[in-house]
């Protein structure tokens, strides 16, 4: 029997959980790239990796952000 | 010495001891060894002997032809979880409504006990959204892993080879936001909510508050579904690609 994609039938109320993470996921991915640069920056004794950390933080909460509001529902 | 509750302070009197030696022995040291219990753990120790009472009670009373009262509340409790889970995760989904029942149902009753007098909000403490987090991101990470194996891997690496370690890094950041994101929302909704009840009380000791304790117990049971439903996804989302 062919296997269902959960996404195929999702209720409202599913949605709108979904779509409450997009207030939260572009801040709280920024904070993550900055904390986990900090890290790096921490280990490898530099000073500019959280930079690349608040990068890769945006881009990972704007991606998350768009696969999010395109998926279908 | 930080303001303690009744029941801290009378976990304190009497655990003390015990509780040093547990963080003792994990090399953690307490700013006020005499009182190693602070309030949010005294509230989710209640919490959890709240909770055993329950399933207890029900487990005890269990009767076909005749359910109790607390029957019907856990049945229902049940099916909610179940009829949910079923939409959103699909083929398989029993496995997982053990966990995100207990996981509704501690925080439920973790944001609720704060509008009991005496009591304080579990949720309000930014460690207990954490740690509900924390628990919540190994968990689908563990049946991810343990439904897909290694092919797990493929979800963080995504369909093009050439941008997979960009990907990879990208969707690290991706699943730590998550936890982040949960321990937010609920911390930040329940504080929020404590806050104005307690200002209402303040300047309104009588009548007033009691809209704002209403306000409180929706604003609970709004946080508790959004957490469980996220779970959920998240949940769905690693087990899918075993199908």
Known sequence: ?73 | MPEQLWLTALLNKYLAGVANAILGSVHVHPAYPQAPITNYVAMQLLVFVILILFFAIVRARLSVDDPGPLQHVAESLNSFIVNQSHEVIGHGYERYVGYLTVLGLFILVGCLIGLVPGFETATASPSVPLGCALVTWFYYHFQGIRLNGFGYIKNFIGPVWWLAPLMFVIEVCSHLARVLSLTIRLFANMFASDMVTLVFFTLFPIGIPIIFMLLHAGVALIQTYIFVLLATVYIGEAVAHEH
């Open chain 1, 1 to 73: 029997m062919a296997a269902e994609d959960p996404d195929d039938k999702q209720s409202a109320a599913v949605v709108w959980a979904r779509y409450s993470q997009i207030a939260f996921i572009i801040p709280a991915a920024v904070v993550v790239g900055l904390l986990l640069g900090k890290l790096l920056d921490y280990w490898l004794h530099t000073h500019w990796l959280f930079l690349v950390g608040i990068i890769v933080g945006s881009i990972a909460g704007f991606v998350d952000m768009i696969r999010m509001v395109t998926r279908k529902s």
